[in-house]
């Protein structure tokens, strides 16, 4: 017979312990006990955040309104084994955050909402107000979100995306111009979902009057990726794990997304297949995509956003192509990027060249610095600003 060993960390089977104990309280509650809420948002903007965990030493919790990295807060115990905290008022935002029970990171068990980073995973919380308006579900006309796989011959990849058509869209025959929204590095096709709100702000915009109903294509930026984390076929998955030439991958993607995804979605949507009614944008990495898509293809993109990104001294097929780009005729051309951004200069490289090329563009600086909390907000300022 043969026998398998399995090593067992100590810390995970201390933090399964807490969490059944957290379920148990969970199920107390409902049998009449003391419910348990973690978190609790309070009318002033307070939030109390618990957890039942009475064989921790110390629990605190880490989340995104906390100014740096790796900061966190102290949570105390009762009697019970119980712990919680309450801070704030936290600014209107949508944060995710997580606990640290004897440093092992936990997510609330409290909490069913979660968004995914990449590997990364945390509890949510929508702080309500006027900054975070967009980000709520509302009792308006919703959207649809699929999930869609189509071949790449380009990568030699069956790859997934996600697709966003307006309200109505189902009920009509009407055609739609179509935003291409790119996500950044360490992201895939669930980035723009989960962590940038993009359905809950087309569908809000959409339902003020400030945005044209569109149809949102949220690709999967990684050329060697089938698909985002735990959902690639395995073959898939093992190639996407196999260390990569990020030299031989520059280009690929943004080739494929000329060649392979756009004559998808104009073969299987109701579009309006023409460079006025086609956008792209992209954050970070998918900013550099959108340079560089839009500098090879000029004839593509009649809308252009770029999202912390931009460029360092170009050489001359970059002069060359932007001029081209420049004669081909461009609606806009929108640049967004916080002040503490580590690409600030990136992005102000990029301004001064298209200054020198006489290349008019948007310019919208914000505070803070790469994260998602400016992303939504670049999102929220240029979606509206689309196809008109």
């Known amino acids: ?23 148990s309280s969970v199920l107390f509650g409902q049998f009449g006990g003391p419910r348990i809420i973690s978190p609790e948002l309070h009318p002033d903007n307070t939030v109390t955040f618990r957890i039942m965990a009475p064989l921790a030493s110390e629990v605190r919790v880490s989340g995104e309104w906390i100014a740096g990295y790796g900061g966190s807060e102290m949570l105390t115990p009762s009697d019970s084994g119980l712990w919680s905290v309450t801070l704030g008022p936290l600014a209107p935002e949508f944060y995710g955050y997580s606990f640290l029970v004897d440093s092992v990171q936990v997510l609330d068990p409290l909490n069913g909402l979660i968004k995914r980073d990449g590997v990364r995973n945390a509890s949510v919380l929508l702080v309500p107000g006027e900054e975070s308006d967009l980000y709520a579900v509302k009792d308006v006309p919703h959207g649809s979100l699929a999930k869609v796989w189509y071949p790449s011959p380009t990568l030699n990849l069956t790859r997934r995306m996600y697709v966003y058509t307006p309200p109505g869209y189902a009920d009509s025959n009407e055609r739609y111009p179509v935003f291409y929204l790119l996500h950044g590095g360490g992201g895939d096709e669930d980035a723009w979902t989960t962590l940038g709100r993009t359905p809950q702000i087309l569908d809000n915009l959409i339902a003020q009057g ?6 949102v294509v949220m690709t999967n930026g990684n050329a060697n990726q089938a698909a985002g984390s735990g959902d690639a076929p395995v073959m898939a998955s093992a190639a996407a794990q196999a260390p990569v030439d990020r030299t031989q991958s520059v280009g690929r993607f943004e080739e494929s997304l000329v060649k ?29 995509h959108t340079i560089r898509a839009t500098n090879s293809h000029p004839d593509m993109f009649g809308y252009i956003g770029v999202f ?7 050489d001359e097929a970059f002069h060359q192509q932007l001029d081209a780009l420049k004669e081909s005729g461009v609606n806009l051309y929108w640049i967004g990027c916080g002040v503490d951004d580590f690409v ?26 790469h994260t998602w909390a400016n992303w939504r907000i670049y999102l929220s300022e240029l979606a509206p600003l689309l196809f008109k």
């Open 308 to 314: 912390s990104s931009g460029t360092r001294e170009p």
């Open 1 to 23: 017979m043969i026998m398998f060993k399995r090593k067992i960390s100590l810390s995970g089977v201390v933090v399964g312990l807490l969490l059944t104990l957290t379920a």
């Open 344 to 369: 600030y200069e990136s992005a102000k490289t990029l301004r001064e060249v298209l200054d020198a090329h006489d290349f008019e563009y948007t310019y919208y600086e914000s505070s803070g610095g």
């Open 210 to 215: 400030k945005a044209k109903p569109m149809i």
């Open 260 to 288: 392979d995804v756009i004559p998808y979605i104009d073969s299987h949507y109701r579009t309006v297949a023409t460079k006025e009614n086609r956008a792209i944008a992209g954050l970070s990495m998918g900013g550099g």
